[in-house]
């Protein structure tokens, strides 16, 4: 048995604590914006982060303008390591980094939010620069988390898995209702690539019978 993601890293509370910040890092309806470019520290101006429905639905637009790889990425249920692995240096996320802070959130209805489980990742970098959630002198005293972004992904995955296995029987469909099945998939997203924003996410996908 895998153990739970919980019990593998640190998860931090959706509220900072210590400040007062115009946007919570833990605020999972919010998504980060993309690159260096949109931000522009020295004048006080403060990063624009897109709602949940807020990021265009057309693929061409919705590639990261200031940034040369990420976005968001679909993947099955049971990707190898190897795949894991060359996808992360695809999407230039530093695989081998511990600084982060975690942001868990479990669906109530995941048919309707789309997903299970998703963890959000904030790097240290992206707590300062983004979020103004800690001061520089202040990541001398932020602690490394117990898992490296590389070796998360795929800990994540086995627990998401472990629990899709063990959850109850689904009732059949009713009378002329579609036959689906229901199996596992996930989904990867770099919210910013430069500071290091990321989430990972487990979703359910239907397939006909």
Known sequence: ????????IDIYSPHWPGRILSVQPGDLRLFAPSGIADLDLR??????????GGRPADPMRAAPLTEPAGGAVYIQGQPAAADLAGLMRLLRVDAASADYAAFLARAADPLEDRYLTQLRLIRVPALIGVYQALSPDETRLFPDQRLTIGE???AFI????????????Q???????PRVQQDLAFGFLVENAHYGVYRIWSRVWLLPQ
């Open 1 to 8: 048995m895998t153990q739970p993601i919980e019990q593998l």
């Open 43 to 52: 004048a006080g101006v403060r990063p624009a982060h897109d709602a949940l």
């Open 152 to 154: 998360l992904v795929p």
């Open 158 to 169: 086995a627990d998401e898995r472990q629990r899709w296995n063990a959850r109850p029987p």
């Open 171 to 177: 009732p059949a469909a009713a009378p002329g209702e």
